[in-house]
């Protein structure tokens, strides 16, 4: 790959030609090449793990369920394995892809997991995350062999603008759910509405305050080309949070006891708790084949179909984003390395399952680095020493709510919207798959939905038009594929497996 130089979107235009490398640091990293600076990656590090942070929190909490045998996985033994395979695997990332990309246990893929050790009779924790291996596996293959970066080539320029937009509304979301300035609400007639302001139509309560300053802080500084704008929002939310927490005593959303205050913090409150030694007994406690003795090869195999899918398009969809946002996109559309960056993915996924914390997968947040200037692979591996020291100070990352670090999220959310001008809104037999792929993400809090529907959209629209030879082969290959995927609860119930 050529390194890149002064007119590539990394350096803005009127920059003038990044220096020489001016060490070997510089020159593995291409921090000059890509218009940026050693100083630059550990703010964009900072801030992406700041705002990654809380899954060492969030991840054991949604696999804190009992399988079948009544056996518990436990919130520190998942915080220890979440911290360190997010830790390695995002080190791998930057030394080796060298992409300002962190990866981490991706949410959706835990919540699956979760729902099906809970939902399905006889399934324990080894044998469902033995499903996550299989499906890292599979894909560490369809990497070696190049087919997922034939599939990446096969999309349309279109749809991939809409995956950088969508994932911009997904973030953005993400922020504002966080900060719970978004909320689901009830109605007048005690069923739901999907979303409303606040708590009860109205904002109440500190935690929406200190996420308003954040944010206000937070524009105010990138608009203004503040250095370091981001992680100072960030930071000033931080400060302005404890000091509120110990002056109110806000305390979070849900107690330990299971009272609820909606008017507390979204998920943790600021404070710094008991330390505690890192248990890293988890890891290899998994079981390949046990959901196969379980539930039969076709039931299992049907899982392991559904995990895939969700985690090879996530990938995809969320490293196009990303790169696009930094600037590391050649003029041909090309992402460099992206095999590489591929691969480390696949082989976190395999990871996460073999540590039982889950699929590991690239992170929407490495996008509030990207914001704060990161570019390279320092950044990566800025965050991910990072995580593996949040092992031993996990208290720490208690300091920074979810509110604090969600107005980073709905700027950086802004930025990646900013991109829908290059979709050509003329041609609607690609505008409107186009509009499908990047609404639905939001909608349905899944950057694969979006993807998936986009597909599908966009083949049968252009047969429809008589421009179906417009359409790769893989194309269609992957629209079929998702046709499968959304139709899985029709499928299981022909073959008598729902």
Known sequence: MSSRTASSPAAPPGHPRPPAPASGLDRFFRISARGSTVGQEMRGGLATFLAMSYIIVLNPLVLSGADAHGDVLGVPRVAAVTAIVAGVATIVMGVWARHPFALAAGLGINAFVAITVATTPGMTWPDVMGLVVLAGLVMVVLVATGFRTAVFNAVPEALKTAIVVGIGLFIALIGLVNAGFVRRLPDAAGTTVPVGLGTGG?????????????????????????????????????????????????????????????????????????????????????????????????????????????????????????????????????????????????????????????????????????????????????????????????????????????????????????????????????????????????????????????????????????????????????????????????????????
């Open 202 to 498: 109205e904002l109440a309560g500190w935690p929406v305050l200190v996420f308003i300053v954040g944010l206000a802080v937070t524009a105010i500084l990138v608009i203004r080309g503040t250095r370091g704008a981001i992680l100072i929002g960030i930071v000033v939310a931080t400060v302005l949070a404890n000091i509120l927490e110990a002056v109110f005593h806000i305390g979070p959303s849900v107690a330990a006891d299971g009272t609820v205050n909606p008017l507390g913090w979204s998920l943790v409150a600021p404070s710094v708790p008991d330390w505690a030694a890192p248990d890293l007994s988890l890891l290899g406690h998994v079981s390949l084949f046990g959901a196969f003795d379980t539930l039969g090869g076709l039931m299992a195999s049907l899982l392991v179909f559904a995990i895939l899918l969700s985690v090879f398009f996530d990938a995809m969809g969320t490293s196009v984003g990303l790169a696009r946002e930094a600037g590391t996109v050649e003029p041909d559309g090309t992402i460099p390395d992206l095999n590489r960056v591929l691969m480390v993915d696949a082989l976190a996924v395999t990871a996460g399952g073999g540590a039982s914390g889950s699929a590991n997968q690239i992170f929407v947040e490495s996008g509030t680095g990207i914001g704060e200037g990161a570019r390279t692979g320092l950044a990566s591996v800025v965050t991910g020493l990072l995580f593996l020291l949040a092992m031993f100070l996990t208290p720490l990352i208690h300091l920074v709510p979810f509110e604090a670090v969600a107005p980073a999220l709905v700027v950086v959310g802004f930025m990646m919207c900013a991109q829908v001008t290059r979709i050509d809104w003329s041609d609607w037999g690609a505008a409107l798959p186009a509009f499908l792929t990047f609404i639905l993400m939001p909608f349905t809090y899944s950057i694969a939905n979006g993807i998936g529907a986009g597909m599908i959209a966009y083949a049968v629209i252009r047969a429809g038009q008589g421009r179906a030879r417009e359409v790769h082969p893989l194309l269609w290959l992957v629209a079929a594929a998702f046709v499968v995927f959304f139709g899985m609860g029709v499928v299981r119930g022909i073959l008598g497996l729902a």
